[in-house]
Nanobody, 115 residues
Framework: QVQLVESGGGLVQPGGSLRLSCASS????????MGWYRQAPGKQRELVAA???????NYADSMKGRFTISRDTAKNTVFLQMNSLKPEDTAVYYC?????????WGQGTQVTVSS
């Protein structure tokens, strides 16, 4: 069983930054893609950013230029650096790992952007 443990969420003012971490209990090279999704109250879960086994990153259009996904393969950890945060970025952020057998999800971490 794979465990994905997120950390780094919290309350931040508009324009601020946060760095989320997702630690995997399995080597991240066993996943096809790892990524971050978010879900705001009353909205569907949406993709934020993803990174492939080969290290290629993809972003949702509204996050390009503000968010950066990266990884530390030695620590089996994926990061999401979020800059220039806006109130509309407020959501629960979930770590996701995709395999041919299905997806794994973390428990989520709350990010609140408010003054």
């Amino acid at each position: 069983q794979v465990q994905l443990v997120e950390s780094g969420g919290g309350l931040v003012q508009p324009g601020g930054s946060l760095r989320l971490s997702c630690a995997s209990s399995r080597t991240i090279f066993s996943f096809n893609v790892m990524g971050w999704y978010r879900q705001a109250p009353g909205k569907q879960r949406e993709l934020v950013a993803a990174i492939t086994t080969g290290g290629r990153a993809n972003y949702a259009d509204s996050m390009k230029g503000r968010f950066t996904i990266s990884r530390d393969t030695a620590k089996n950890t994926v990061f999401l650096q979020m800059n220039s945060l806006k109130p509309e970025d407020t959501a629960v952020y979930y770590c996701n790992a995709k395999t041919y057998a299905g997806d794994y999800w973390g428990q989520g971490t709350q990010v609140t952007v408010s003054s």
